[in-house]
């Protein structure tokens, strides 16, 4: 079973910057498009960010101009960088890979940011 194991949350004042790290146990991961979501307090999780085996980029409406989302296969890792961030940024974040409107592997734990001052 691939384990998804995210990193690099924390607390941030307005304005700061976080890189999310989500490290990925698939043995064919340079083939798998992967994404970010976030879930806020009593919320629905909702995507952030995807990025496709090749490497075209997709964001949010609302992430657009201040995430940006890279992949490193030889680390099996997808990574979230998040520039001026908002406190309405504030959100448990997960890494996945959506298949249709599914998606393929179990969530794992998340790594929570938030934006506070």
């Known amino acids: 079973q691939v384990q998804l194991v995210e990193s690099g949350g924390g607390l941030v004042q307005p304005g700061g910057s976080l890189r999310l790290s989500c490290a990925s146990s698939e043995r064919i991961f340079s083939t798998i498009g992967m994404g970010w979501y976030r879930q806020a307090p009593g919320k629905q999780r909702e995507l952030v960010a995807t990025i496709s085996s090749g490497g075209k980029t997709n964001y949010a409406d609302s992430v657009k101009g201040r995430f940006t989302i890279a992949r490193n296969n030889a680390k099996n890792t997808v990574y979230l960088q998040m520039n001026s961030l908002k406190p309405e940024d504030t959100a448990v974040y997960y890494c996945?890979?959506?298949?249709?409107?599914?998606?393929?592997?179990?969530w794992g734990q998340g790594t929570q940011v938030t934006v506070s001052s």
């Open positions: 996945n890979a959506p298949f249709g409107d599914e998606f393929r592997y179990s």
